[in-house]
């Protein structure tokens, strides 16, 4: 792993597409997107300040280890071309190990989302309603139960700096239709199911997770963007999971936690930008926990 930071990409030789909390996207001619993860992070829907060093190359190779792993389960984005390949030679030190090249795609304005346990804003919401985005779950569960089955539980996109939103399922098709939902939804329970079954045999619970999905241009519904990462999962070692507790996880829960103890101006953050700055020990942390989950995984 470099040991460099990458904050911002800075690439002459291709067009900006749009910047992301983590990601820089590139268009590579009219059917290809160059996807670098730099090493911003973001919580509460707000992109800190500084790095968290390495975390781009992790982000990038936990994620093509997990499309290599399901790619049975459904297409993905990967066009199987080296990055480095169409950047400028000046550039090669910026795209190496931390991207992708990938098919341009039409992209679903749904999120999906898959809970294995009852864990952060569904725990919330069990507790006030006994539901999970309109899902009926039985009465007697507590905070990290498992769930008798993994449930779907869609999203819509937020623009840049606002929050994702829950909708239920019969939101989703009246947004994209009953079979593709229908499809969307299958997929990416089974894609959960045979994850969070093989994190298990490497002591790893994968809690929850989110799926993004678009269509090639015959229509194929094709995986997207990032998969079962730090950024996009909620993990928890194994070996100290407790129902009844949140138990310590290798995401960015860390940094979630110290956001909600800091104070500024004498009161808590308001979990708008901008984000205050992380001291050096909450950044090491963070990304000691980043590499504990990729090693862990990958054996």
């Not at 930071?5 to 059917?31: C, F, I, Q, T």
């Not at 190779?61 to 071309?81: C, I, R, S, Y």
């Not at 993990?235 to 936690?257: A, H, I, V």
């Not at 090491?284 to 995984?297: D, E, F, P, V």
């Amino acid at each position: 792993m470099s040991t460099s930071s990458l904050l911002e990409s800075r690439l002459h030789s291709l067009p900006l597409l749009a910047r992301g909390k983590v990601r820089d996207n590139y268009a590579v001619g009219d059917d290809r997107i160059l996807m670098v993860a730099s090493d911003r992070i973001s919580a509460f829907d707000v992109v800190m300040g500084e790095p968290i060093p390495g975390k781009g190359e992790l982000l990038t190779q936990m994620a093509l280890f997990w499309f290599d792993k399901l790619k049975h389960v459904v297409p993905n984005h990967l066009t199987g071309e080296a990055p480095e390949s169409v950047v400028a030679p000046d550039e090669v030190a910026q795209v190496t190990g931390r991207s992708m090249l990938v098919k341009r795609l039409k992209p679903l304005p749904v999120e999906a989302v898959v809970r294995g346990y009852l864990a952060g804003s569904g725990w919330k919401e069990y507790q006030h309603n006994g539901e999970v985005c309109g899902v009926k779950l039985p009465p007697g569960l507590k905070n990290a139960s498992r769930l008798p089955e993994p449930i779907f539980t869609p999203a819509t996109k937020a623009e840049m700096g606002e929050h994702d939103e829950n909708i239920s399922y019969e939101r989703m098709v009246a947004i994209i239709g009953p079979a593709l939902s229908a499809q969307v939804r299958d997929t990416a329970i089974q894609l959960y199911r045979e994850a969070a079954a093989y994190a298990l045999t490497r002591g790893i619970i994968i809690a929850d997770t989110k799926f993004e999905f678009g269509l090639d241009a015959d229509g194929t519904l094709t995986l997207m963007d990032e998969i079962l990462t730090p950024d996009s999962s909620r993990f928890w070692p194994l070996e100290s999971y407790r129902e009844g507790t949140n138990p310590p996880s290798y995401d960015k829960q860390f940094l979630r936690d110290w956001l909600e103890s800091v104070q500024v101006n004498g009161s808590p953050w308001n979990k708008r930008a901008p984000a205050p700055a992380m001291p050096g020990d909450v950044v090491t942390m963070t990304a000691s926990r980043y590499k504990l989950a990729l090693s862990t995984l990958r054996g």
